[in-house]
């Protein structure tokens, strides 16, 4: 017959707070101390990390477990906090010291990744008998404490990691403790998140703007807060009433989230298809200079936003982008890493209006610049790309046929 299954304690102020995004766990933990501290108001505030926790051959978990000992009439309330960057041997020997040295007056937090479900759905295990065999001395663990010696042939062969970490989770669900893994919101659920976030700091996002934040920090929940911190700080040197909502345009977004040099090249493709052949020269001479790059270089890097911009012009007209709604067009351009409104709307101009002569002329110039530096003539390269800048009219955006360039 089965043994009964162990029905675990009530709930403990023990919690295991589990998660890949740094601002969900950190906001939790922030909860949680604050819960503490209502709880445990006279505790003292521990932090350890992981790096606090090793010692020579192993972790080192005795200030810990000093600190979790009863210390009799002198007041012992503990808030502790431990940062663990795995569930590794470390955090299986730290989760079972919590199981077997909890008491009255102790509230622990302990942040680790997400955790897969064949370990938050572990049976809780009567964490009693650690009680009686643990030890976390440096150097000293349960199997050292208890064995004198090598284990007899034929002994039961040590658990393997899996085993122990279902375990070590199963101890603590045992004592009560609460396992908690937090996800990050996507979708629908990201975009109410950034028009919230917003508000909390006072700025009125539009779902526009809301969808290009949500695209271009790719679920980044603390690079949004602390963009949208920032925004704030801006907004509130122009505000009369502090507390008021200040609109967030889509302009201020994108200069912020665009502020970076692997975007910089596509200012030559964003030129040519607004037919500003002077700026594309321009944008072509300055980097072809050697000021902030060698010649290779820099024409290696234009010829590859060339590419990828021609690329997307060429889909763009096969999937008939441009009678998309503004998700779907916003999507297709962020899949590709143009993300500046501007050039994403020169690039849908050049979709919807560039001649199949001017688009397969750019392409056999483009051709020729690479051909050109693959045989080490960078000269040759330089000027196909200007015969790219020089077929385009300086006024509006008009394409010249190859023949007229």
Not at 173 to 193: H, T
Not at 238 to 243: A, G, L
Not at 345 to 355: G, S
């Amino acid at each position: 017959m089965p043994a009964p299954r162990f029905n675990p304690q009530s709930s403990v102020p023990v919690y295991v707070v589990c998660s890949d995004d740094p601002l969900l766990k950190l906001e939790r933990s922030r909860e949680l101390i604050a819960q503490g501290r209502q709880m445990l108001p006279d505790a003292e505030f521990l932090l350890y990390t992981f790096s606090d926790l090793q010692g020579l051959g192993g972790a080192n978990l005795k200030s810990i477990e000093n600190e979790m000992s009863d210390p009799g009439l002198f007041g012992g309330d503990r808030i502790i906090k431990v940062n663990l960057k795995d569930l590794d041997t470390t955090a299986i020997d730290l989760c079972k010291l919590v199981a077997a040295s909890f008491r009255p007056g102790l509230f622990i937090i302990l942040e680790l990744p997400r955790l897969n479900t064949i370990y938050t759905k572990v049976d809780p295990i009567d964490p009693t008998p650690l009680k009686h065999i643990l030890s976390f001395a440096p150097g000293l663990d349960e199997s050292s404490s208890t064995k004198k010696s090598a284990p007899k042939k034929g002994s039961k062969r040590t658990p393997g990691i899996e085993t122990r970490k279902k375990e070590a989770l199963g101890y603590l669900k045992g004592l009560g403790a609460n396992i908690e893994v937090l996800y990050p919101p996507e979708g629908n659920e990201l975009k109410s998140w950034i028009a919230q976030r917003g508000r909390t700091y006072h700025l009125s996002i539009a779902p526009q703007v809301v969808e290009f934040i949500a695209q271009s920090c790719d679920n980044n929940l603390l690079l949004i807060d602390q963009s949208l911190r920032l925004m704030e700080l801006l907004h509130a040197e122009r505000k009369q009433n502090p507390n008021a909502l200040s609109e967030l345009t889509l302009d201020e977004v994108e200069t912020y989230f665009t502020q970076d040099a692997r975007y910089t090249g596509f200012e030559l493709p964003q030129a040519l298809f607004s037919g500003d052949s002077l700026k594309a020269l321009n944008i072509i001479n300055s980097l072809c200079s050697g000021q902030e790059m060698n010649l290779t270089t820099a024409l290696n890097l234009l010829i590859g936003r060339l590419d990828e911009s021609l690329t997307c012009v060429a889909l763009g007209k096969a999937n008939n982008i441009a009678r998309a709604d503004f998700r779907t067009k916003s999507a297709f351009f962020m899949a590709r890493n143009i993300k500046v409104r501007a050039s994403q709307e020169a690039h849908l101009k050049a979709i919807q209006e560039m001649p199949q002569g001017m688009f397969e002329f750019l392409n056999q110039c483009l051709s020729e610049a690479s051909i050109a530096l693959s045989q080490f003539n960078a000269e040759g390269a330089l000027r196909a790309l200007q015969r790219m800048a020089l077929a385009v009219k300086t006024s509006a955006v008009v394409y010249l046929s190859p023949e007229l360039s």
